[in-house]
């Protein structure tokens, strides 16, 4: 429906252009960050704030001493549309929903920080198509189906 990855990738080219490491190209870098994030998804979840905790977890790694108050301030500044939480629906995607809403009830399932995808207002405007909206910290197929069936949506011992 929106293509959220497209911000954090933004952030991070971003990041690798502010980094400039002096021995570790881009592409390093980026593994590196990659190590991170895979590391930390299980403990952290995902969402804007996650992200930025691991883009200062690389920073340490690679300077191989704590991010300074102001350095952790350019890092923010380089993510300040994740951290405003903005979304732009795909094209078409609106008028989908509301031809699909008005025939079907619709669940709009995401990931990521609870108080983050909350705070999304353009996703809370689209929550009055959908019959539940729910936020999971991460993808977990036994927590949908738990939160599915707490809606009355599909019976015990199934889904």
């Known amino acids: 429906m929106w293509q959220n990855n497209v911000l954090f990738e933004r952030v991070v080219e971003d990041y690798l252009d ?32 996650a992200f930025l905790a691991n883009l200062a977890e690389t920073f340490q790694r690679l300077h191989a001493r704590p991010v300074k108050p102001e350095e952790q301030q350019e890092i923010e500044q380089l993510a300040t549309a994740l951290l405003r939480h903005d979304i732009e629906l795909m094209p078409g995607v609106g008028d989908v929903l509301e031809q699909l809403g008005s025939r079907h009830d619709l669940y709009l399932l995401t990931k990521g920080d609870r108080t983050e995808q909350n705070a999304r207002s353009s996703l809370r405007a689209w929550c009055t198509i959908f019959w539940r909206c729910g936020s999971f910290r991460k993808r977990m197929p036994r927590s949908t189906g738990r939160w599915l069936r707490s809606t009355g949506s599909i019976r015990a011992g199934h889904g």
Do not use: F
């Open 18 to 49: 502010w980094l400039a490491h002096p021995t570790l190209d881009r592409g390093e870098i980026r593994s590196i960050l990659d190590d991170v994030e895979a590391a930390n998804a299980r403990s952290n979840g995902y969402g804007a704030r």
